[in-house]
């Protein structure tokens, strides 16, 4: 499982960076085999100006799977988070509902 990490508007630090792949490994780590990629980004969307302007979005992608959760806060962790939750709650929801694959049958010789 791949992550892809940026930021747009603003800086992300380490500690940020850090905190992401920590909360990317809560959410996600037991669905690992069913992830290809994680794509995490965050926009400083009124800039200076302040107020809810930290938008983060997760793009979850794997074969035959797509997800993809925005929110927003005042705080970029806060919104990081509980992107991070939400998604995590939606890739399991997913995965469950998922048919098992069927077993390759052996042919005879």
């Known amino acids: 499982m791949k992550t892809d990490i940026r930021s747009q508007s603003f800086t992300i630090t380490d500690a940020m960076r850090s905190f992401i792949q920590q909360r990317v490994r809560q959410a996600f780590g037991h669905f690992a085999e069913h992830i290809d990629r994680v794509e995490v980004r965050l926009t400083d969307i009124n800039g200076p100006r302040g107020g809810i302007d930290k938008a983060c979005r ?3 992608r794997g074969p035959g799977l797509s997800l993809v959760v925005n929110d927003q806060d005042a ?6 988070a509980r992107v991070l939750h939400r998604a995590g709650h939606a890739l399991t929801r997913r995965v469950k ?3 098992p694959r069927p077993a390759l049958a ?3 010789v």
Not at 75 to 80: E, F, G, L, P, V
């Open 58 to 60: 997760i793009v979850v």
């Open 75 to 80: 705080d970029a962790y806060d919104a990081a």
């Open 97 to 99: 509902r998922r048919p």
């Open 106 to 108: 052996m042919a005879a």
